[in-house]
Structures are given as C-alpha cells and as structure tokens.
C-alpha cells in the first residue's frame, strides 16, 4: 500500500470514528480496523440508517442465527402447528452440539418452550439443533432451507443459514443489515414472544442460566436481543433499545472481545439516540438488582399476559426447586433420627453378676450355702440383705436346691408362687 491510500485510509477511519462520536475509544478504534468488522444502526420504525459501517458486506452470524429460529418458531406457534408445552425430541446428532449447551441427553425430551428460552438465554447448541430438527420434519438441513427461504421473503437479501444453532459454517453468512431487518421483525411481527430476548435468567431442571447479553443490565432501555461467537466471526451483537417513545436496533460484528463489542454497541446506540435527539444518559450499573432487570427488560416490550406467564414459570421453577431443598432436608432429618434410635434390647440368658439381685431358687441356694436366713415376701424382687459373694454363686448347685428337702424348709417360696 502507498503512502498517500494509507494516509486516505487513516483519514477516513478517523471521520468515521469521530461521526460515531467514540474517536476517544481505543477498542472502537481496533474494531473499525479489523476485517470482521461491520455495525448498522437503525430507527425500528422506519428502518431509516443512522450509523453504518460495511453493513453489507459479508460476515458469519455465529448464534446471531438463533434469532432465526426462534423466528420460525413463533411462527409455528402463531400458525398453530405447535405450542409451547409440545414436546421436542432430542437427537443422538443435537446432544452432540457444543460448546454452549444445556447438557441434553439423546432420547429425552424438552418443550418448545424450553427450546426457545435455552437459545435467548444460554445460547444452547443443543436445545437450537433439537427444535430445527423438530420443525423440520426431522431433518435440521431441510430447516436451514426453509430459514433461508424465509429469511430472503423477510428482506435479507445476503444471508443463507446451514444449520439451526449458528456453529461454524462456511457458506453460513449474512450482513449487518440484514441483521437489523430481522431484529426488526421479531420486534414487530411478535411482540408477544420478543420478551423471550429480555429474559435476565432462565431456570432449567434445577440450574439457573443468565443471559449473555450483558447490555440488558448495562445499558438503560435496553430490552434484547442476542449474542454470538464463533472464531471466524469475532464477537457479534444485535442490541434493542428504547428511550422516550424512540426505539433503536443495532448490529455489531468483529468484537475482539464480548467486553470490546458491548462498550462499542453502547457507543453506537448513544450517538443513534443523539441523533434523534434524545440526549445521552448515564451507564446502568452493573449490580442492579434482577428484580429491576426484570422489570425493565420487559416492561417496555412484552404484553403483560406474557410477562405474566413467564413469572409464574419462574415462580413454579423456584418453589419447585424449594421443595426440593425442604424434602432432602427431611430425609436426612430422618436418616439422623433413625440411626440416633436406641436398639431394641434382646433377652439372652447369662450368670449372675456380682452385686446383682437374686430371686427365686438361686437366692435360695445361694442363703443355704452362705447359712444366712432368708426373708422374701410375696412379688420381693429386691437384693437380698445379705448377697453372697461371686466364687459362693458360682459354686451353687441348682438341682439340689430344688429338691424336695429345700423346699420343705421355708414356706416363703410356696407363699411367693
């Protein structure tokens, strides 16, 4: 390259950087550079741009392509063809899918539902494989086909997809803006389902998973959409948000880092917001609570039978894990009673002790050997008064205790019977 197309170039990622309004920010700087690069913002309503860069050119979508599916599945749901509790069967293929997954075993199930927030949410992998197989008629490859089929009748014009979770393909792309168009639809074309992008958390078979896009507690009006990554793509975002009655859709691709691409987004959506001339406001702060992030995540989007719906599902899912808690807290309570428990005792014959009490014919014998008197009254179970001694117990002779003379000599045994 010669001096003077390096020097044109610098010029122009400069006017580019300061009409962003980020020529202080050095991760922008690095972003604009590099050639995974792209960004577009856009007014929702109209459509109409006003930040683009490289928008058209081609880039890998990554789990941007969940935005995709989630759109074909809302679509079933409105058609009818399926519901939300339909159970989706999970493929020896869509168990295999990594690295972001829920850990889906193959020949379990999951529902519709639990497809849709595991892919806004965690991103899973699996869960995304395991619904397009399910809405393709058992075969992913024939969903990516009707993705792409659909996609083009939507507008996006540049994007074919190839698989139903974003993994890494090579003739899977799309543009910046064909990115907007489809944030754009969800927004319009289903806002009773676009809460599902607002989700801060999504509880699944005890795990509790956060949602990866960091925006909805960092940027104030934000309220969706998703997050993707893969090495080929850097790191991606579609961004919504919202601010006095205007609302902006973003799309980044090439992010050196999530932290990288976040910091930029918010840069882009300030200066979109400037520009319809909403004055910028301060960063959310990160440790807001999630009862605000649920709040404000939804508020402004989902109808309020959904947001309804889906805080009575996450009430179910913690009351259930709860009981859960309670019940394993029981059982062990339990387990400690039963082994703290006394055994029951067990009557075994054995000699008599030193000191021990004598009753019946052994006391007797044992008075007659020591030629002390003895003295029992009737129900007399009490020691006698003079005990005799071990070796004289041991060499008592029971049977001639019991012979006739020894009983003639004392009448208290006969009264004691």
Known sequence: MSGTSAFLRSR?????MLALGVASATPAAAQIGSERYSALVVEARSGNALVAANPDERRYPASLTKMMTAYMAFEALREGK?????PVPVSYSAASMSPSKLGLAPGTTLTVEDCILAMATKSANDAAAALGEFLGGGSEDRFAQMMTLRARSLGMRN???RNASGLPDAEQTTTARDMTILGQRLI?????????FSTPYFVFRGRTLFNHNRL?????????IKTGYVDDSGFNLVASAQREGVRLVAAVFGGRTGGERDRHMMALLDQGFTGMGIAPRSPVMASRG???????AHAATLAQSR??????RTERARAAREARLIAARADRAAVRVVRAAPKPVRAEPRLAQKNEPRTGLLRMAAARNTRQPVRMEQGDTSRSTAAAPRAAA????PVKAAEKPAVKAGAGPRRAS
């Open 188 to 196: 319009r074309d289903f806002p009773q389902y676009y809460g599902y």
């Open 82 to 86: 399926v519901e939300l509790s339909s």
């Open 290 to 296: 999630l009862g605000g992030m649920v709040a404000s």
């Open 12 to 16: 122009a990622v400069r006017a580019l």
């Open 307 to 312: 947001r309804e719906h889906l805080a009575a």
């Open 159 to 161: 994007t074919t997809f």
């Open 216 to 224: 909805l507690q960092q940027y104030d009006g934000a309220d969706g």
């Open 394 to 397: 041991v060499k008592a002779k």
